[in-house]
């Protein structure tokens, strides 16, 4: 963790034009070259100018994941960038009014350094360079906090969407793809100046589901602390931890993957370390606990897939609403969740016959949620098909009619002769 210790400051400059996803999903592989040593694709800075104004300035205050891979940093602005429509305003920025939107001016960088990641490398790694890894986590991560932040609606709907990150939202709030200046050029050396490309994001102040338990060596399941839990400091940083409330919480989770889903961007990295639970907003109290998807490198958009380049609608976009979580969330998705979701209602599932009165979990589900039907909250799956089904019929009724026509048209043909 030498490359970036407490106390550094990076100067950032936007990246103004990140790759688009590969390596991953259904990503097209991108055709043109790049010596990923020196940047991330994309990068649009002059690597060979010695004359570089920082955009903006960040701080270090402490590493919180320190592992092989990206590193992620909390941090403390210290020259917020000018104000983009491709990024939220940062936290402790001035504004106009020459005040502070945030105290204090904390965020978290999640650094993409390709000299921090593993040298290992075994039967099951994937044949890339620690350099294209790096790429590849960046543009994955980077695509889906933008789409996320300036989401694409449903089919047909033109109008602007809401951004679906920060403050109520599953995603924390987007500040931006940069990149950091690690390697300045010497003006007496011929090495290269190096960029390493970062996402940033907003602090969550709070504890992941995984940190909050521990796991049975037995079973595997999550193991509930006795009592109530403490995120942070106040007196509005103790969880209760009680059946209601860790459901609730699932339920506020489950509720956001499908708001998501109905923008096209499907989230596959559903595990308790990726899932923070805080009782704050930007230092503020908020009164419902908050859960908060950390981690979006394996999450889909769609809308950077082959399948997309084609014209194929994706099938959630033809929902009028999100649809009901019934539809796509069971227990067998939830499986990591075991004991904070009471494992009994996971289990159930893996054995056959199903209870004759159906899961538990299902049970749960419809009452959280509602009835799988139409609207006002929630559409179903049902509402499309149908669809799709009077729309076949009425091409075939078209068809049949044309034929008829034909027919028609052809025995006059024949009389007239």
């Given amino acids: 963790m030498a490359a970036y210790p407490p106390g550094r400051q990076l100067e950032l400059r936007l990246h103004a034009n990140p790759s688009r996803p590969y390596g991953a999903f259904d990503y097209p592989w991108p055709d043109d070259e790049h010596d990923l040593r020196l940047g991330p694709r994309g990068v649009s800075i002059d690597l060979t100018s010695d004359e570089r104004e920082a955009e903006a300035v960040i701080e270090?205050?402490?590493?919180?994941?320190?592992?092989?891979g990206a590193q992620i940093l909390l941090c403390k602005v210290i020259q917020a960038p000018s104000d983009s429509d491709q990024f939220a305003a940062w936290p402790g920025a001035i504004?106009?009014?020459?005040?502070?939107?945030?105290?204090p001016s904390y965020l978290v960088a999640k650094v993409f350094?390709?000299?921090?990641?593993?040298?290992?490398?075994?039967?099951?790694?994937?044949?890339f360079s620690n350099a294209t890894l790096a790429d590849i986590d960046l543009s994955c991560e980077s695509a889906a906090?933008?789409?996320?932040?300036?989401?694409?609606?449903?089919?047909?709907?033109?109008?602007?969407?809401?951004?679906?990150?920060?403050?109520?939202n599953l995603a924390p709030e987007y500040y931006g793809t940069w990149l950091i200046d690690v390697q300045k050029r010497n003006h007496d050396s011929s090495d290269p100046q190096r960029f390493v490309g970062t996402v940033l994001m907003e602090y969550i102040e709070g504890e992941t589901i995984e940190d909050i338990c521990t796991r049975d060596p037995?079973?595997?399941?999550?193991?509930?602390?006795?009592?109530?839990?403490?995120?942070?400091?106040?007196?509005?940083?103790?969880?209760?931890?009680?059946?209601?409330?860790r459901m609730l919480t699932i339920k506020h989770l489950l509720h956001g993957l499908m708001v998501q889903l109905h923008h096209?961007?499907?989230?596959?990295?559903?595990?308790?370390?990726?899932?923070?639970?805080?009782?704050?907003?930007?230092?503020?109290?908020?009164?419902?606990p908050r859960p908060v998807l950390i981690d979006y490198t394996w999450s889909e958009?769609?809308?950077?897939?082959?399948?997309?380049?084609?014209?194929?609608?994706?099938?959630?976009?033809k929902l009028d609403l999100p649809g009901h979580p019934a539809e796509v969330y069971g227990p067998e998705e939830l499986p990591d969740f075991a004991g904070w979701v009471p494992s009994r209602w996971i289990r159930e599932a893996y054995v056959r016959p199903w209870?004759?009165?159906?899961?538990?979990?299902?049970?749960?589900?419809?009452?959280?949620?509602?009835?799988?039907?139409?609207?006002?909250?929630?559409?179903?799956?049902?509402?499309?098909?149908?669809?799709?089904?009077?729309?076949?019929e009425n091409r075939e009724q078209e068809k049949k009619q044309e034929r008829e026509q034909e027919t028609e048209r052809e025995r006059e043909r024949e009389a007239e002769q």
């Fill in 60 to 68: 270090v205050v402490r590493p919180l994941v320190v592992k092989s």
């Fill in 218 to 245: 037995d079973s595997g399941d999550l193991v509930l602390p006795p009592g109530e839990v403490r995120l942070h400091d106040g007196p509005e940083g103790v969880l209760d931890m009680g059946m209601h409330r």
């Fill in 355 to 392: 209870p004759p009165g159906g899961l538990l979990f299902d049970k749960w589900m419809l009452k959280a949620f509602g009835p799988k039907e139409e609207g006002p909250k929630y559409s179903i799956f049902e509402t499309v098909r149908s669809r799709q089904r009077e729309e076949q």
């Fill in 95 to 103: 504004t106009e009014s020459g005040q502070s939107n945030g105290d």
């Fill in 145 to 168: 906090y933008r789409g996320l932040f300036k989401p694409v609606g449903k089919l047909g709907d033109t109008a602007p969407t809401s951004k679906l990150t920060g403050h109520p």
């Fill in 264 to 288: 096209a961007i499907y989230c596959t990295a559903l595990l308790p370390r990726n899932v923070m639970i805080t009782r704050r907003n930007n230092g503020k109290a908020i009164p419902i």
């Fill in 301 to 317: 958009v769609y809308d950077y897939t082959r399948l997309a380049a084609t014209g194929h609608a994706h099938f959630h976009r």
């Fill in 113 to 127: 350094d390709y000299k921090l990641y593993s040298k290992s490398r075994d039967v099951l790694s994937p044949p």
